[in-house]
């Protein structure tokens, strides 16, 4: 059972824009902090993005900042990342990631570690030329 799926990958030219889409097939979905990170061949995977369960805060790579956009909709169980003025430097594949372990334990998530999501999608694609 597929329990995230991204979508919304391709092949675009540097400046132009993406709408990446996390579509989660988890109960409750609103208790569960979902981020995405990224990894480009030959790279470790990297945080870009998290968007809280709470409050929906949200946290942003320093490389991203200004650039990108995460938000939810816990009505369709999906998480969105907007991704304006794409670089070649964004190329890579990207993951959401999903974890509830802060409802269920009120102890805070490090939203940037890896490590800490139970739940990862497959991966889509995203490739920026010059």
């Known amino acids: 059972q597929v329990l995230l799926e991204e979508s919304g990958g391709g092949l675009v030219q540097h400046g132009d824009s993406l709408r990446l889409s996390c579509a989660a097939s988890?109960?409750?979905?609103?208790?569960?902090?979902v981020a995405w990170f990224r990894q480009a061949p030959g790279k470790e995977r990297e945080f870009v993005s998290a968007i809280s369960w709470s409050d929906r805060s949200t946290d942003y790579a320093d490389s991203v900042k200004g650039r990108f956009t995460i938000s939810r909709d816990n009505a369709q169980n999906t998480v969105y990342l907007q991704m304006n003025g794409l670089k070649p430097e964004d190329s890579a594949v990207y993951y959401c990631?999903?974890?509830?372990?802060?409802?269920?334990?009120?102890?805070?998530?490090?939203?940037?570690?890896?490590?800490?999501?139970?739940?990862w999608g497959q991966g889509t694609q995203v490739t920026v030329s010059e």
């Open positions: 988890l109960r409750s979905f609103d208790t569960y902090t």
């Open positions: 990631a999903a974890d509830n372990s802060e409802a269920v334990t009120a102890q805070a998530l490090d939203v940037e570690m890896a490590s800490a999501y139970e739940y």
